[in-house]
């Protein structure tokens, strides 16, 4: 059987830590390369993913000079090129030279606010640094808004992503930030325009967080954005339908609009089924769909399961379906297949009575109720 695929060894390993080590040792003067590689792989097993940062850090603090303008001169002095600026998207950079973040977190926050934000735009060029801005937001939120607002017009588009993605209200693994979630707006309305998708995939998430808190702003700011014409109405619109998907999945009606589907759209289900009808966990079933209509009509289609948790509370989890458009004498027939884990890592499947719901344009058209039975 195949080993089970480990994110963490294959981010830190022998490899990686040596090439770090290799970074180290040429670019910083009297630093112990072998040392460092030696004690890293020593403490590696045992530790999360989060944790082997943080040690690591911790065996590169040990060799670095106490006093931190120093320290962020030897960590700028080790640095790699920075990532390819001819790159439009997914080049995150890697793990390992998340250190100086760290480093300047623990060390330059208090005493060198300053000398540690300009650590920061340089190290966000080779590895997002966008976990490491944000106590700097809470501690010191006026001087750090400051410096995102020069970051926003930064030559390198990773420094001008971390101003959006930094200030994210629900950054995912990352700790909360204090500030009022509609104090970046200003940020997002200057990136919604940015000619990379890395940066405008960070602005459709920050407003999908943003659409959580207040949707009647986002679906104001998204108008406008539109009405101004900045961006390419092509890239716009996938940033719009990025930014919409939670709104999408609460069946908003203005969320909908926005994206050209009409909730009160009349719109008939001719056939809701799911095959085998009893599926087990473990099992995958194929729901079945048609919908017709009398006049052409564009559709947003999605299910929501009500599962049963281990606990006996209920809750739902969307399914996304297709976007099509419905001919008048040509039913729409949609098939998804579900699998119904039982491995799942978000959510744990118990046998019982389960609920899907078909929603068109954010409107539930029709229920069917089917059992789940136990894995074979």
């Known amino acids: ?40 792989m020593g403490g590696l097993q045992g530790r999360e993913l989060l944790e082997r940062l943080e040690w690591i850090a911790d065996c590169a603090e040990r060799r670095l000079a106490k006093d931190f303008p120093k320290m962020a001169a030897q960590l700028e002095a080790a640095m790699p090129a920075p990532l390819d600026p001819t790159l439009r998207d997914d080049d995150f950079g890697q793990f390992i030279h998340a250190v100086p973040g760290i480093l300047a977190v623990r060390h330059g926050m208090e005493a060198h606010r300053n000398r540690a934000l300009d650590l920061l735009e340089a190290a966000t060029q080779r590895f997002s640094m966008e976990f490491y801005i ?126 050209g589907y009409d909730a009160g759209a009349t719109v008939s289900v001719d056939r809701l089924s799911i095959t085998p009808a009893r599926p087990k966990i473990g099992d995958k079933a194929v729901v079945e769909i048609a919908l017709s209509a009398e006049v052409e009509t564009p559709v947003l289609v999605d299910y929501a399961i009500r599962f049963t948790r281990p606990s006996g509370a209920e809750s739902e989890k969307v399914f996304k379906v297709k976007q099509g458009v419905i001919t008048p004498g040509t039913p729409l027939v949609l098939k998804k297949t579900q699998v119904f884990k039982g491995n799942a890592t978000t959510y744990a499947l118990v046998p019982g009575p389960h609920r899907l719901s078909l929603m068109v344009n954010g409107v539930v058209r029709a229920m069917l109720d089917f059992d789940l039975g136990p894995a074979a």
Do not use: C
């Open 1 to 40: 059987m195949a080993e089970k695929f480990s994110l963490k060894d294959h981010l830190f390993n022998g490899d990686t830590i040596r090439q770090l080590a290799g970074e180290y040792a040429s670019g910083i003067k009297g630093f112990d390369g072998d040392g460092f590689f030696g004690d890293v």
């Open 134 to 259: 944000r106590p700097f937001l809470n501690r010191w939120p006026d001087e750090t808004l400051a410096r995102l607002s020069d970051w926003a017009g930064h030559e390198n588009y990773h420094v001008r992503r971390l101003v959006s993605e930094g200030t994210r209200p629900r950054l995912p693994w990352a700790r909360n930030i204090e500030i009022e979630p509609r104090v970046p707006v200003p940020f997002l309305d200057r990136l919604h325009a940015d000619p990379t998708r890395y940066v405008t995939r960070s602005v459709a998430n920050h407003v999908n967080d943003l659409s959580r808190v207040d949707a009647d702003l986002v679906l104001r700011m998204l108008g406008e954005w539109r009405e101004a014409g900045r961006q390419d109405a092509r890239e716009l619109a996938w940033m719009t339908s990025h930014a919409l998907r939670t709104l999408i999945k609460q069946g908003h009606p203005g969320a909908m609009e926005m994206l």
